[in-house]
């Protein structure tokens, strides 16, 4: 009988996640029986996957608890439960800087206007997020400092960031990694426009173009994915997304580790999905 493998999304995940359907035919073509499942299902038998992979759990930050609890339940979850503790709070960041990798400077919290870094606009987002929800683009130091207020008044922690204007032209690259080996980069357009406040109904997929990175960019998201096992002791990611900026010195820094739900980008890489389906088979053979 083949091996059952789960591919794990919230109720609107799977049904818009682009990457699923390529993801399922791999797996297929590979061999494997594939279920789409949502992850708050209370039906579904965890037990009865050989491994059951988080794809699309796009509603987690609002139940991050439950999600949690939900995934150290599950018996064989990629990326672990303990992956996923430590990456669904953006608060990774700090671990990243202190093992002396290059983050987006970020001040946590801040309550006065001279805890602002030097820049002509910000941006404020909760460290527990996705997709730009409850983030916003300020250039009045008052109003980020509003923002943030407002998040610290509803339990949450506030992230201030410089919006780095790199981000208008070139957008972010993200980097992928599939079964521990650099994959593929997509470049993603700008979400975030000036004046416009907090939104809900951003379409937070933004435009996305195959890139090729550059060695600069090679290096520090290879830094960071070596740097994953240490901070989360014998992490091996089945895949993780490294989105990298610039800084205005021109160099790479971490925007975001998505070690949870990040999109692979496969109807822009389609041979990628492949790769997912051998990372599978390589996990599944250890
Ligand atoms: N410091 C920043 N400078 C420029 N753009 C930013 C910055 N932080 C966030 N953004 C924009 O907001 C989007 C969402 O922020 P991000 O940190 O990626 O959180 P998430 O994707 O989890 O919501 C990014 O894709 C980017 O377009
Ligand atoms: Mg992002």
Not at 149 to 161: E, F
Not at 180 to 207: C, I, N, Y
Not at 259 to 276: D, I, M, N, W
Request: hydrophobic share 45%; aromatic share 6%; proline share 6%.
């Amino acid at each position: 009988m083949s091996e059952r493998v789960a591919l794990v999304g919230s109720e609107r995940g799977l049904r818009v996640d682009p990457d699923l359907p390529l993801a399922g035919t791999a797996l297929r073509q590979a061999g494997y029986a594939v279920d789409l499942v949502r992850w708050d299902d209370s039906t579904v038998d965890w037990d009865a996957y050989d491994l059951a992979v988080v794809r699309s759990c796009w509603d987690y930050a609002w139940r991050l608890d439950e999600f949690l609890s939900w995934a150290g339940s599950v018996p064989r979850l990629r990326n672990t439960a303990e992956v996923l503790r430590w990456n669904t709070d953006k608060s990774y960041l700090r671990d990243l800087e202190r093992v002396g990798l290059p983050v987006v400077p970020t001040v946590w919290d801040p309550v006065r206007g001279e805890e602002l870094p030097d820049a002509a606009e910000w941006v404020v987002k909760p460290s527990v997020s996705a997709g730009s929800r409850d983030t916003a683009r300020w250039s009045e130091p008052a109003a980020a400092l509003a923002h943030v207020a407002q998040l610290v008044l509803a339990g949450r922690t506030a992230m201030l960031q410089p919006y780095l204007a790199s981000v208008d032209d070139e957008g972010e690259t993200a980097m992928l990694f599939i079964g521990g080996r650099f994959s593929h980069a997509v470049r993603k357009g700008p979400l975030l426009a000036r004046g416009e406040g907090v939104r809900q109904d951003r379409d937070s997929r933004g435009d996305l173009t195959r890139a090729r990175p550059t060695a600069a960019q090679r290096e520090v998201a290879e830094a960071v994915f070596a740097a994953i096992g240490e901070l989360v002791p014998g992490a091996a990611p089945l895949y993780a997304r490294i989105d990298l900026v610039h800084d205005d010195a021109g160099r790479p820094v971490v925007l975001e580790l998505e070690l949870t739900e990040p999109s692979l980008f496969l109807p822009q890489v389609p041979e990628a999905a492949s790769s997912l389906a051998g990372a599978v088979e390589a996990e599944l053979s250890r």
